[in-house]
């Protein structure tokens, strides 16, 4: 597609659920990139793929937090028994290759109550 | 880790103006990107610029690795520039992240 493409644009969840948060990223680009972006705060750091391959799931801040891209294109952000802590702007970027610009998605914006 | 820092924190110009936003890094990287978060949050790229000058109209960008800073001009400011200025640095030692840094939040009056 022309641009990094999130679904949902918002998302309201009770405390205890599970989300699940896409990111379509345009087309032939190798890499995608996670970050969380709490209000006032610059984005921070999940997780990256190149192709199907997650390379870095260092910034991931617990197991409830999963991230998969199985055909190398399409990706899903996965949080179960969220919290309220969770609540933060989730943002996809793109790049052809890592040292390359990103092209970031509008965001989805979780809210957990 | 990487720690970036951006200054100034706030900044408030009149249409017309120019600027220089400075982001300093605190450990060699190999990529530098600049960003600008609009109103609406869409954080819009830019420049890539790990070393060197770049320009894009009213926007230029100097990286100067081996001192560990870079900076971002702004020229003939227009309301249209408001918003968040964001860097972020990366490096390929072990990792794939970027840091961000905390931002220059930028006003500018009609």
């Known amino acids: 597609g022309a641009g990094v493409s999130q679904s949902p644009r918002y998302k309201v969840a009770k405390r205890g659920q599970d989300v699940a948060l896409r990111c379509d990223p345009i087309?032939?680009?190798?890499?995608l990139f996670w970050y969380q972006q709490a209000l006032g705060q610059g984005p921070e750091f999940l997780t990256y793929?190149?192709?199907?391959?997650?390379?870095?799931k260092s910034g991931l801040p617990s197991d409830r937090f999963f991230a998969e891209r199985p055909e190398g294109s399409v990706s899903t952000l996965k949080i179960q028994r969220t919290q309220q802590e969770d609540s933060a702007v989730y943002l996809c970027?793109?790049?052809?290759?890592?040292?390359?610009?990103?092209?970031f998605g509008s965001g989805t914006r979780l809210t957990v109550v | 880790g990487i720690q970036v820092e951006q200054s100034p924190p706030d900044l408030i110009l009149q249409e017309g103006a120019n600027s220089t936003l400075r982001c300093n890094f605190s450990?060699?990287?190999?990529?530098l990107q600049w960003f600008h978060q609009n109103p609406w949050g869409q954080l819009i790229n830019l420049f890539y610029?790990?070393?060197g000058t770049k320009q894009n109209g009213r926007l230029s960008a100097t990286t100067v690795a081996t001192e560990r800073y870079s900076l971002l001009y702004i020229s003939s400011s227009q309301t249209t520039d408001s918003g968040v200025y964001f860097c972020?640095?990366?490096?390929?030692?072990?990792?794939?992240?970027?840091?961000f840094g905390t931002g220059t939040r930028l006003k500018v009056l009609a």
């Open positions: 970027a793109s790049t052809q290759s890592w040292d390359g610009g990103y092209t």
């Open positions: 087309s032939g680009h190798v890499s």
């Open positions: 793929f190149q192709n199907e391959a997650q390379l870095d």
């Open positions: 450990d060699s990287v190999n990529n």
């Open positions: 610029i790990p070393s």
């Open positions: 972020a640095a990366g490096t390929t030692s072990g990792t794939y992240k970027y840091i």
